[in-house]
T-cell receptor, first 112, second 113 residues
Framework: DAMVIQNPRYQVTQFGKPVTLSCSQTLNHNVMYWYQQKSSQAPKLLFHYYDKDFNNEADTPDNFQSRRPNTSFCFLDIRSPGLGDAAMYLC???????????FGAGTRLSVL | DQQVKQNSPSLSVQEGRISILNCDYTNSMFDYFLWYKKYPAEGPTFLISISSIKDKNEDGRFTVFLNKSAKHLSLHIVPSQPGDSAVYFCAASAQQGAQKLVFGQGTRLTINP
């Protein structure tokens, strides 16, 4: 059974129309990450939560926001998607520091 | 500035032979390294890791070697099997701080029957 679940698997949105991607976990791990991966590139960290502490990467655009209402769920909000935001978005979880990150299957976002 | 590099975008190996995937890094603060495997339409799956206090870690057919002085690591798969065909990502982190992973661009491995 999947331990990190991302919904939806595929999302199509219009240019400028807000979109929310979701991630849930059954592992009860306290660290959750959001990565963006464009074709043939390395996954790029957008931000992460250590428990409730939110940590934004310096180069993450303001257009990207995140919410973590509880341990199990984390959301990625893209306020005004542009064509350049079309990518695979990966959620990962980790139990504390220095341990393995477990990834979900990802959400592929298309922007029309 | 790309801190983790996988210089071979693709690699083709015959079934039963050894596959060697390479990874270089530039940040001397990195002290924990991981390999992930990714099939199409799936998320990356953890494969094997190594701490900087070791130079080798083995798990079944998979062995990771770390050369700290050269800032280089490699993943050996032997014998290679068709199910090993996937994209392999190298990742690195510093034990201090937030445990963020920095990924390489990936190498697509194809095992030919």
């Amino acid at each position: 059974d999947a331990m990190v679940i991302q919904n939806p698997r595929y999302q199509v949105t219009q240019f400028g129309k807000p979109v929310t991607l979701s991630c849930s976990q059954t592992l009860n791990h306290n660290v959750m990450y959001w990565y963006q991966q464009k074709s043939s590139q390395a996954p790029k960290l957008l931000f992460h939560y250590y428990d409730k502490d939110f940590n934004n990467e310096a180069d993450t655009p303001d257009n990207f926001q995140s919410r973590r209402p509880n341990t199990s769920f984390c959301f990625l909000d893209i306020r005004s998607p542009g064509l350049g935001d079309a990518a695979m978005y990966l959620c990962a979880v980790q139990r504390g520091a220095g341990n393995i990150q477990y990834f979900g299957a990802g959400t592929r976002l298309s922007v029309l | 500035d790309q801190q983790v590099k996988q210089n071979s975008p693709s690699l083709s190996v015959q079934e039963g032979r050894i596959s060697i995937l390479n990874c270089d890094y530039t940040n001397s603060m990195f002290d924990y390294f991981l390999w992930y495997k990714k099939y199409p339409a799936e998320g990356p799956t953890f494969l094997i890791s190594i701490s900087s206090i070791k130079d080798k870690n083995e798990d079944g057919r998979f062995t990771v070697f770390l050369n700290k002085s050269a800032k280089h690591l490699s993943l050996h798969i032997v014998p290679s099997q068709p199910g090993d065909s996937a994209v392999y990502f190298c990742a690195a982190s510093a034990q201090q701080g937030a445990q963020k992973l920095v990924f390489g661009q990936g190498t697509r491995l194809t095992i030919n029957p």
